[in-house]
């Protein structure tokens, strides 16, 4: 589910920013917890190494290599590789979320040019926006990993109120190794055309006014399948994901503190390290933006919420059809 | 409500530019204010501490310390990541904005296609207008934090004049947990029809020419619901908002003056951190940009002015329809 | 007026940009020229005070004061407020721009669908174009400073053209506080609706083609009279081109040449500032396109020459329509 | 084909993003190997030359060079040139991908309002559909390297499926040196018009939605067609991979250790350039995301799969239309 | 001409990048090569000056105005400004690509919905095509060099068939002293209105369809002709080249190389400034793909190829129209 935090940014005074940075829940704390651990442990591994377990003469040979590391470590353009990738992420997931897909359209004018007050004319309404909804939930299936668990099997749709027993065996007498999202939005299609044949529908322009809504949310539907189909070249998310970790591997030998050769040397020898910790947290972070938008179908905590979705889309526009 | 300021910049004179930096209302200088008090008074405690509390050898340790933030700072990539992220918001904001949902298109076909000079003419011009102003205010209510404290129920809309008593008995006879705000344009569209049957549309075509308007009114509330449900993840501002704060808060150490340990050393001992106070109010100004534009339907003086709207809705358009 | 300049670039040769960058009117030069002599100025001042008004203790002071101005300036990020607002700007300049509103659709379908050769035929198709002329008109009094000048009130309309007698006593007859520009527009769908009903327009089908053409235009003028109603926040200006202005401002001292202390010291004393004039010109040029691009309806050279476009609109669209 | 990855970033945990870094296949690690066993091959052979061939003097010489290119290095704007690149071309590479051309729309009307449940009602809707996937197919012949191999000439059409024998005829008698990709479309349109005149299609309304969506359909085509027509000029790839190609070059020189003059210098001599091998990776590796990118027609592991698309086309649809 | 290199780069083999490198036409090498000659002319007679003609003592204070330039380019934010505009360039530069104007989409519904195998119905077709050919050709002599050269004046487009004589000396007695490309789209709408009156065109809704296709044509030509209208304000580029001009001028002196004091400095004295020339191919490059893009109707090599277009036009859509 996506984490609502709007309310809580409604102005921009002080204690609301606290508040908002100190949620637990789909925050960059959980996500880069695990990482942080792991890097953490790894450094003073290698400070114990450097400090305790090396003879002298190797000493000063790490001494150097972490001098070398640290002015390296530069070279590394991180700042620019995250900072655009995220940008490009954001707008993919932007397309992708307004492609979510409402139904909203296609029951406000069933509802109005469908006619008929009577058992069959709700009939009518009620099936050709649960067709659109069944059409919507089974791309989902193919698309999101939460909608996938819910549904295992196209069948766990009927008992779920998304189909009909019968529906279910004109489904899958289709052979079609591919996406049959199509076949419900066909169906209500078809059965427009009756309501049309038995006068429900007052002429073909209105009919098609409704088909204009239902090819919409096709087009909704298929740019949703065409961004699960073509991802972003696998290298550019792998360029900038090993830069990052590379980086952060190096940062375990360029950040130790050296011990310092006398008092007067300036340098200062905190044994924590707490700046490389804050930037390992703010940089992974940041990289974490960029993961949990890259499939925005997925399970993180910041993922659409297209359960909600479906069952919105059912409850909401039925009462609109009667 | 949004600060105009148009006119100040009609030019790109020297001195218009200078009124433009001196407002107050909705200006950087008031965002920034609380922050910058607590921040500059942390940084003269720390300041005393340094100069009048520590130990002498203490101190050493203090100075140590101070450059090494001072020289650990340029790894936070506050830079990038305000520019980039204040960029994806603006962004969004303009979405959002161009989104609002001006029923003029509505009212000028109504006006045109609904014909009739008598009082029921008027009737059904004015109340599919109305209905859709009505639409329009019970999304924002949802969303907007002003809008919801001037119509905190929904009966507070009667006395405005957005509904009729009798359709707010009908309108909460709709049994529903998700926003209702599609029932007025089902109204609307509802007598749109009756006005067709009554020959006062002449033809399903020129119905259905104000219909789509209806349509696209409601296209732009499902935008503006959807940017209120599916928030930018909040991971994402959280690291931003993290690194500018921390960024800060070392600053108040790696900031401070080291006492300059004789005549010649060449440091400079300013005691008031005046490069440090400019920077700080430069970065969170630019980070209240984000926050400012991050929800728009928030409090603050720079806030979409969704009252005004509301209220523009109702009176620009009434005597279009006459 | 925008200073067209495309010919000169018609291919990137030397001299032709040169010749690009050597031009007055609409220049960077011109548009810095003021804040550049104010600069300047204060410059000399100081170089003055610090040469040759100050006791040698307060000048070894002061010299501390420069280098340590010359170390902090480059805290001020400059470079990204100024590249990434000067975008932001642009992309809003540019939909200003591209819905400025011709009103050629709207003529061209007129003309083809309003029928008859006699003089009524005439009066119909010019009078629907003249109100959206007009309507365009009345829209641009209120957001642009040129036409504002040019009819300082209503009622010049009438001598230039744009309006008859008797239709400013209708026009005036609406009391409305907010802008009445849709006025027009519904006197041309009027007219259509008369031409229609008069057999001049072959059917409903294409009376709401030119329906249809002056919604688009209603469309376009709302664009932007919603810019000019929702500036992007005051604080993002603010907040940039504070940070120019501080910028400098410290360089009048981060800038002065240090007195060297001996000839082997190797610092140079160039006296005028050369490369900060420069750099001067540069910064504060490309915060002035962001200026001059934030109003683009304002007076300076290169806003949007909102008279040619009006006089264009009425001299191109009337031979078309006979 | 393009890679998919899109179910190992279901959520971001690290141990999916190590299985997302060790991808072999459309990796970026796969994309820099020859380019990088040239560099590191290079890299050792100046190695040798400086330590074994060089005399002492020009040693010394090579020395200062070396140090002049590690100081110089910084003047390549690499991180701003690659990462514009990149996004420009990303967002080519975006729209190209959404106008890639799925038939469904056309096939769902197709389906919808062609009626007629005897063959030649299912000759006439296989036919129109089949005729826009060979338009389809041979405007990616003239743009696919991969499409072009399948069908090396149009003939190799004809058992594919995609044509028919008389077909073939009637298209080759059509002379024109462009590509023909609209004949199809005519076809399909002329089919149309005849199932109307037999009735089939209930109304010129609804023959003119069809047409919609086949017009859409060479929307798209054309937009493609387009895009292969006018590339990005080529200065500006060139100046890119110039900047990238020469950054490493003299790198060669630059990232050469230089032999410690003695024990306390502190310099570090790893003899293998373990932090500009990374370097080099990621730089090169970046640049190849903007060459995979650029014509994603070609044959990179990455590039679009036109086979599966016009296959899916033909498998998806045709059963929509029985 | 676009100069197309799409094959090259298939795939992204290192040997197709250095294809793609070294090639001449429209290439980065080419475009900066007279500007390079300049420079590297001046760069050495600034080096003859400095060494041979300067007495020791200027030399000195020539040496410190090297260091100080050297030390101050910096200051210069070339890469934002480059990087920056030039994306703004290349946005513009695809919005005026995309608007190019192909006439497929009217040819396509001209051949379907103008009937008549006889020759009057030929007539029809070919003469509404080519009006709109004409139309295109008008409304490119105003924009592009290339098209004005090629139709000096509007008579030399009558035996070039574009134009009938007749037909010239109607569009001359239209008198109007703006462009009048808007001429032959309204002589093809009543050619086609007149089609419709023969019963050519079976319904006004068909009428419609082929009009609305003109129309978006004619969108297309007003959206060039407005992007040549009004150009980026002038100051922009103008700030960007005087910033890339400017920095080279002063590298002039800032890389000449100091002559070393003595053996032990490590200074190293290239004489030739092979980083800086680099460095110049590549900002120049950089710069010159923006003025390249600035006015795609130039001249340059890689500027769109408009007579192709308009004989593609011609020639790929009448074969359609039989």
Partial sequence: M????HH??????PHLILKLLFRWKGSVWKSVLVEYLIWIVSYFIIYAIYRYALPKYNQKSLEEFIRFCDKSLGFIPL???????VTTVVNRWTVMFT???LIDNVALFTAQYVQGDDARGRMFRRNIVRYCCLAHAILLRDVSMKIRRRFPTIDSMVPAGFMMPHELEKYESIKNRYNKSWVPLNWALSLLNIAKEEGRVDSEYLEYAVATEIRNLRANMITIWQHDWVSIPVLYPQV???ATYIYFILALFARQF???QDQLSGEVDLHFPIISSITFIIYVGWMKVAMALLNPF???DDDFDCNFLLDRNLTVLFPELD
């Fill in 2 to 5: 996506t984490v609502p935090y």
């Fill in 8 to 13: 809580q940014v409604a102005t921009s005074k």
């Fill in 79 to 85: 700042n620019f590789m995250l900072s655009f990738f």
């Fill in 99 to 101: 492609n979510l897909g």
């Fill in 240 to 242: 900038v994901f090993a």
């Fill in 258 to 260: 050296i011990i310092p």
């Fill in 298 to 300: 997925g399970e993180d």
